[in-house]
């Protein structure tokens, strides 16, 4: 059935194999998007209600460089929630979303020992598969619609409304500051 329904949403792309395979990679990438996206914010929303470790705090700590880095959070957030550890294989980074007297700054988990623990993330994760042409120009252009893309990356946000409220409590900050 859902072979069935693909084909048919790709039906307009059959006469151009180039358009087909691009038009697959976007609906692949808009599935791999979403996945990773609910699953950050899973992460996320349940770090910040455990009491025990792992806590939000020790999420917003936990770096991705290195395979070994990403091995850890994988073990780290398999104590909150299942989770592929492939996953993170096209995660390049996570930044995490701070209020200061200076606007909103995004920080890396190295940096985050400075900080209050927060769940406005931002995901960095690879377009693996991009190519350049105009057909795959065309998918990217329908990806970039409601998200950044900048150097074959696209930024996502698992939880937009905790980075309205952090524009909110650092509008206050700053006009407190004043």
């Known amino acids: 059935m859902f072979f069935f329904c693909l084909v048919i949403q790709c039906e307009a792309y059959t006469l151009n194999p180039y358009a087909l395979e691009a038009a697959l990679w976007k609906q692949n990438m808009m599935a791999k998007i979403t996945y990773t996206e609910n699953f950050f914010k899973l992460l996320i929303t349940t ?3 455990n009491q025990d470790y792992p806590t939000l705090e020790d999420i917003n700590k936990l770096p991705i460089k290195t395979q070994r880095d990403k091995r850890t959070f994988a073990e780290t957030a398999q104590k909150l929630a299942i989770f592929d550890e492939s996953i993170l294989n096209d995660i390049t980074e996570i930044l995490w979303i701070v209020p ?6 995004f ?4 940096d985050m020992k400075d900080f209050e623990p927060t769940m406005a993330a931002i995901i960095k994760m690879n377009l693996p598969g991009l190519k350049d042409n105009k057909f795959y120009g065309l998918a990217l252009a329908g990806i970039k619609q409601n998200r950044i893309v900048e150097n074959g990356e696209v ?3 698992p939880d937009i409304s905790q980075t309205q409220l952090l524009i909110e409590q650092t509008a206050e900050i700053i006009r407190n500051a004043r």
């Open 107 to 110: 920080c890396t988990p190295e």
């Open 155 to 157: 930024w996502l946000m």
């Open 100 to 105: 200061t007297t200076n606007g909103l700054i």
């Open 47 to 49: 770090a910040a209600i």
